[in-house]
């Protein structure tokens, strides 16, 4: 099995690495209340997923 017959320079491998980067959540907008939440999760704002109300959320 073949095997590098030198290692990689430091700068080489921060190329590499340079590409790893955080990226901005998707957000879509609910369809009850109409504030960004997570897609795929209920509303933290109301509660509601998928037109039902899943969570109860405390009146403050």
């Given at each position: ?7 990689h320079s430091n700068s080489r491998t921060n190329k590499r690495r340079a ?42």
């Amino acid at each position: 099995m073949p095997v590098p017959k030198r290692r990689h320079s430091n700068s080489r491998t921060n190329k590499r690495r340079a590409n790893w980067k955080l990226s901005p959540p998707n957000l879509v907008q609910c369809a009850h209340c109409k504030q960004p939440r997570m897609p795929h999760r209920a509303c933290p704002h109301c509660g509601y997923y998928g037109g039902r109300e899943i969570v109860q959320i405390k009146e403050v």
